[in-house]
């Protein structure tokens, strides 16, 4: 029996190329990892080259059904992504969109009971206990301005180079002496205009 071959298949809400190898392609999903595509395959026996696009709709459901509920098709359980859920006490293993949900749920969490990873969550730090000295810092430039430029001093400290008041050397600006004569401006007159005259044309010339 042939199988007609599709060039998109849709397995849990994702649509795969048909052709990408089954391995590759099983991986596309979130929550399924390479290790988890080989032994879906390998429960299943087929072959971990073949293009996914080959697909019966068949192995399809097979293959969803596997990924929904892996503790039923005898998976251990340091094999799932979600042990001990906080909430059941189960062992799950969550997909697609369930993963980005649930990790707010738990952030939001230790937020709310105002642990200390909630805490370190809430200012933005790092919370699996890495170093922040060197390291994640964010915001504006740390450390000393770059282009020459001079800071502004501070109340009562002096800046290289102007004199300060009450230092040795320095003299006290004086006022101009009184009865100092100011100098006076020269007088500007009026230049008068040259008389402007109209020029004697010549005579014409007489006609020969």
């Given at each position: 029996m042939t199988v007609e071959y599709q060039y998109l298949v849709r397995i849990v809400g994702n649509d795969i190329p048909g052709e990408r190898k089954m391995v590759v392609g099983l991986t596309q999903i979130r929550g399924v990892g390479y290790m988890f595509a080989n032994t879906i395959l390998n429960l299943l026996k087929i072959n971990p080259d073949q293009r996914i696009g080959y697909l019966s709709s068949e192995q399809v459901k097979s293959i969803e059904s596997i990924i929904k509920n892996p503790a039923a098709s005898n998976f251990p359980s340091w094999f799932l992504n979600r042990r001990k859920d906080v909430e059941t006490g189960e062992d799950k293993h969550l997909i697609t969109s369930d993963i980005a949900f649930t990790v707010r749920n738990d952030i939001e969490r230790e937020k709310t009971s105002g642990s200390w990873r909630g805490i370190r969550h809430m200012f933005g730090l790092k919370v699996r206990g890495q170093r922040t000295r060197c390291t994640g810092r964010k915001g504006g430039a740390v450390g000393v301005a770059k282009g020459g430029k001079i800071m502004p001093a501070r109340e009562g400290e002096a800046v290289e180079g102007e004199p300060t008041a009450g230092a040795e050397g320095t003299e006290p600006?004086?006022?101009?002496?009184?009865?100092?004569?100011?100098?006076?401006?020269?007088?500007?007159?009026?230049k008068e205009a040259p008389a402007t005259g109209k020029k004697e044309t010549p005579p014409a010339d007489k006609k020969k």
């Open positions: 600006a004086t006022e101009a002496k009184e009865g100092s004569e100011k100098k006076e401006a020269p007088a500007t007159g009026k």
